[in-house]
């Protein structure tokens, strides 16, 4: 198996099996996982974070294990797949006691993705329409001008440090932002 990680390398798995003639084999599927980094590169501020969101109201800064967020796309392809696999971990993503929030692009799609998807999303999952202030201002403090992919998702510390980041879709991306839920 082989997982391409951020900048592009690839972790490689190799497992040897026997296939037996007239026997079915099943084998799991392992994808080797990018450690956590062991500091972020980048920090903001909280506070303006949440502003910028339209979630100051929503959300309660102190005593949070952190926030999840991801600016996403609806209906295209690499949104249906991160959306999709939050779906399937719907009960572990609603024990996080952080702040879980989805921001697109503007109210009206915001509306339909909520219809289309909010009852089978974890029920502490936040929505703001305001995409454009608060994925400037993670793109400014990484030194970014533009996104280079759909979605984007990061994981900020109660500090305000960006401990993960990824632009785009990769397979177990929900399993990569589940190790920040403990």
């Not at 280079?148 to 900020?156: K, Q, R, Y």
Request: proline residues 5%; aromatic residues 8%; hydrophobic residues 40%.
């Amino acid at each position: 198996t082989g997982n391409r990680i951020q900048g592009g390398t690839v972790l490689a798995g190799l497992e040897f099996f026997t296939v037996v003639p007239g026997k079915p084999v099943a084998e799991d599927i392992r994808l080797r996982k990018d450690p956590l980094p062991a500091q972020g590169n980048a920090r903001i501020s909280m506070d303006e974070f949440l502003t910028a969101s339209g979630l100051k109201q929503a959300c309660s800064l102190p005593g949070g294990k952190g926030t999840i967020a991801a600016w996403l796309e609806p209906g295209k392809e690499p949104t249906r797949h991160l959306v999709a696999e939050m779906k399937s971990k719907k009960a572990e993503f609603g024990k996080f006691q952080g702040t879980l929030v989805f921001i697109l692009p503007d109210a009206a799609s915001l509306g339909e993705f909520r219809k289309a998807n909010g009852a089978d999303l974890p029920g502490n999952l936040r929505f703001s329409s305001n995409f454009n202030g608060s994925l400037e201002m993670i793109l400014k403090a990484r030194h970014e001008t533009k996104a280079n992919g759909f979605p984007v998702v990061l994981f900020l510390d109660t500090g305000g440090e960006i401990r993960y980041y990824s632009e785009g879709y990769r397979i177990g991306l929900a399993d990569d932002l589940a190790r920040f839920l403990k």
